[in-house]
């Protein structure tokens, strides 16, 4: 230990500290010591020397970068969690109080890893289809083409927790301020299995890294819904847990896998993410989002983590909408809207209800005729990558 902990340390013991001996020898540690040092003291103790740091450094010297640094240590050590970061920290510290948190087993660790020039606001365009139908429409119906070009910020994010491992890959409209709410998009399964074959896009092998398929075909999710939402005015992030099949694979005694991110502290998880995206996108912004309403859907396979993910919510109360494209196309599916407590259900598909069901719409190839987009992807294709659009004009998520 450094001579500064030590004083500190045992200046903070006596009866009536000398605070400002306290807090200079404090505010003289470098980071990697700081977090250990702050770690040792109980939480009476931590908050006191936050207020006479604030009181001493801000307030009296106008030293606020010297107590934001001591004020974030602090946050680190009692929340367990990297954000919010002031704008002051050099690079060095952050990366210190990151791997401060990988030996916490408390800590839920965000790291975003996508280049400057992806995290950025970008033009994309996707085509997608409209008008946007609420109800089955007849037969003579037809879907228009158009190019869903506007700017979005892309994310991807190594969430770290209990040894574990996982990605989210997000999608931020240009303009976002708000991030209290957001629409989480699970991806069809990276295995499928046919009577004809075995089709892998991605390994779970793979996943740790985010390599092989996991970047080079998952990954393309984010944009490709992400810019439909964007299109559709929705300024939110949008989510994409990448999702392994291990992540699927519950048992009757854990239904939610481990290797699912949603199996631990599904909230805390989310708020940690939209936490690390208000820092990239709005890096000033003064507190941290929690969230209050969350919209869910999923394309195809997907519909077995979209159910595992409300399973997870649901004492949380914040799913308002569930949306599936085209889940009952799948054979074993049932042909019936995927429920959650307090949330709005619908459904996109070629495959008819069992019965009458509102928000239960059922599209054809008629009904694509004008379309030109993804001509070798059939109906499911264009179902699941062209759709988003206009389910998002009319989300109850607003």
């Not at 946007?132 to 979005?152: L, Y």
């Not at 085209?326 to 598909?349: N, Q």
């Not at 495959?351 to 059922?362: H, I, L, R």
Request: charged share 20%; with cysteine; net charge positive.
């Amino acid at each position: 230990m450094s001579l500064q902990r030590d004083t500190f340390e045992a200046e903070i013991k006596k009866p009536q500290p000398n605070w400002e001996t306290a807090v200079d020898n404090l505010s003289a540690l470098a980071m990697f010591e700081m977090l250990p040092t702050l770690a040792g003291l109980d939480t009476a103790t931590r908050t006191a020397v936050v207020d006479q740091a604030r009181n001493i450094l801000s307030a009296k010297r106008r030293w606020t970068g010297a107590y934001e640094r001591i004020k974030f240590a602090a946050d680190v050590v009692g929340n367990h969690k990297l954000h919010p970061i002031p704008s002051s920290l050099e690079a060095r510290q952050i990366e210190d109080a990151r791997n401060f948190l990988l030996k916490d087993p408390k800590a839920i660790v965000v790291a975003q890893k996508n280049p400057a020039n992806q995290t950025a606001a970008h033009m994309v365009s996707k085509p997608v289809v409209r008008p946007a139908v609420t109800v089955t429409p007849p037969a003579s119906f037809r879907f228009t083409q158009f190019e869903s070009d506007v700017e979005i910020h892309e994310l991807l994010f190594e969430v770290r927790k209990a040894g574990s491992v996982f990605w989210v890959g997000a999608a931020v409209p240009k303009g976002t301020t708000d991030f209290t709410r957001a629409q989480v998009f699970f991806h069809p399964t990276v295995v499928q299995i046919t009577r004809e074959k075995t089709i892998i896009h991605a390994n779970d092998n793979d996943y740790r890294e985010f390599t092989g398929g996991w970047s080079a075909k998952l990954q393309r999710y984010v944009a490709l819904q992400g810019v439909q939402l964007a299109k559709a005015g929705r300024l939110m992030p949008f989510l994409v847990p990448f999702t392994t099949m291990a992540a699927l694979r519950g048992s009757k005694t854990h239904p939610i896998p481990a290797q699912n991110m949603f199996s631990d502290r599904p909230v805390e998880t989310l708020n940690a993410i939209m936490e690390a995206i208000q820092s990239e996108i709005v890096p000033k912004a003064t507190g941290t989002p929690s969230l209050t309403k969350l919209g869910a859907s999923s394309f195809s396979s997907g519909i077995g983590a979209l159910r595992l993910f409300l399973a997870s919510m649901s004492a949380s109360g914040l799913i308002k909408e569930v949306i599936d494209f085209d889940g009952p196309f799948i054979t074993k599916e049932p042909k019936r809207l995927t429920p959650s407590p307090g949330a709005v259900s619908k459904c996109f598909t070629q495959t008819g209800p069992a019965g009458p069901s509102p928000n239960y719409v059922t599209v054809t190839n008629d009904h694509f005729t004008l379309v030109t987009a993804y001509p070798d992807s059939g109906l499911h294709g264009r179902i699941g990558w062209m759709m988003y659009y206009q389910a998002m004009l009319h989300s109850v998520i607003a």
